[in-house]
Structures are given as C-alpha cells and as structure tokens.
C-alpha cells in the first residue's frame, strides 16, 4: 500500500507546537464577566448606604455614572469576557478609577470623623467603617484585575508571548516544577490564568494583612498600589479599634 510521506516543515510545526507552552487565542476560555459585576454592585450598594453626611450628591452622582459605565460593558460580554474594543475597555478602566476616587474620598471623610467625633451612640461610624473598608478591598480587586498583564481579556485570549508583562505573580506561575498533584495547576501545565476571585483573595489578604500574601507585585505601580491599599486598610482598622476601645471605656 503506498504510503503518505509527511512534510517536513510541517512535521517540524506540528512538534513545536506541540512543545510549546504557549496559549493559543481561545475564546472559550473567557473569564465569566459576573463575579466582578457582582463585586461592582455590591460596592455600589455599599457605597450608597453611606450616612448622609458622606457628600450624598457625589454620591448620587458616582453611582449613576459607574452604572452609566457598566451597562455597555456588559452588552459586549454579557457571559463571557471574550471580546473587547479600545471604547469598551476605556468604559470599564473609567468605571473603576471613578468608584476608587470615590471610596478614597469617603476614606478621608471617615478618617476625619472618627478623629472628631467624641461619640457615636448609635454606632454609625463604625457601620460606615465597615463598609468603606469593605468598598477599599473591592476597589483595589477590580483595580489589579483590570491592570494585570492586560485586563481581563487580553490574559484569556493572547498568546503568553503576546502579553503585557505581569504585574503580579501567583504561584500557579511557579509550580510547574513541584510535585504532580500541584504542578497539573500551574500555569505552564493548564494553561492557568488569574481571574476576579485571585485578585479579590490578593486584595482582602493585603488588606487584612498590610503586606502582599501568596502572590507578589512585580511592578512600581504594583507595588505602590499595593503598598497605598495596605496603608488605606492599616489607618481604617487602627481608628476603628481606638473609637471601639473608646466607647468600651
């Protein structure tokens, strides 16, 4: 019977694909666009619950013009963060830089308030505390989910050679050389890629913790942000506990 001779160029393309690490464009592995809907409503909701003596008319209006934001973000990717344009990406980036101009403002208010008040019988600034230092951590996800190596689409659906560089590293992208059971996890062997729920775990470590946990900010402005958003939780937590101890005494 003859026999079909193959190429061999493209026997020599299909071995280095094989090898090859790196991602190809797949669009069904998009990131699901909910959770991180979910954290920007929740902020929202937390923001607006604020006492009235946060600013209530920048509060009115940051909450119209991030839902303003939102809404043809979520008509692109309804499910699946699989597309995106220069306008859908700018729409997004904005809606979180407005929410994060915002809670910082709150944070300063409420810096302010818990310093000047000599009582709070009903306990709204502390309620207030809570939910500005629960805002703070959401903030600060959706800030890195949205600068890391790109965005959330762009880490999805570009080649690794592609991407931006990481501004921050996981260790998923450390653990192909451990033993199997973790390596089958990591980066290289699964094709990992961080989603909303990493960075949310990032950004409520660093919060609680005032220093990154497992995974590490590799650039300045990860390091800054990181370091601001720890700094953010330290003064927080600290003025609560002293207006706590204060009112127990």
């Known amino acids: 019977m003859p026999t079909t001779r193959r190429s061999p160029a493209r026997a020599s393309q299909k071995t280095k694909a094989a090898e090859s690490p790196e991602r190809q464009p797949d669009h069904g ?8 809907v979910g954290a920007i409503l ?14 209530p008319v920048l509060r009115i209006s940051v909450i119209v013009i ?43 208010q409420l810096v302010i308030q818990l310093v000047q008040a000599k009582s709070d019988e009903d306990g709204s600034l502390l309620l207030a505390a809570a939910q500005v230092w629960l805002t703070h951590v959401i903030v600060y996800a959706l800030i890195f989910w949205e600068m890391d190596r790109g965005g959330p689409v ?13 501004d921050i590293r996981f260790p998923q992208d450390e653990d192909h050389d451990t033993v199997d059971e973790v390596a089958r996890g990591s980066s290289i062997s699964s094709n990992w890629t961080a989603s909303f729920v990493d960075y949310a775990y990032f950004s409520a470590s ?31 937590l600290v003025l609560v506990i002293a207006r706590a101890v204060s009112l127990l005494g």
């Open 66 to 108: 991030c839902l303003l934001l939102l809404i043809p973000v979520i008509a692109i990717n309804p499910v699946r963060l699989s597309k995106q344009t220069a306008w859908s990406r700018r729409a997004s980036v904005a809606g979180t830089v407005v929410l994060a101009i915002a809670n910082h403002i709150a944070l300063v």
């Open 206 to 236: 660093n919060t609680m913790a005032f220093s990154p946990p497992d995974a590490m900010p590799l650039s300045p402005r990860a390091k800054i942000l990181t370091g601001l958003q720890a700094f953010g939780g330290f003064v927080t």
């Open 154 to 166: 762009v880490r999805t659906t570009a080649k690794r050679a592609d991407l931006p560089g990481a």
């Open 42 to 55: 929740v902020a929202l909701t937390l923001y607006a619950l604020l006492p009235s003596s946060f600013l």
């Open 29 to 36: 592995r998009a990131e699901h666009r909910w959770p991180a």
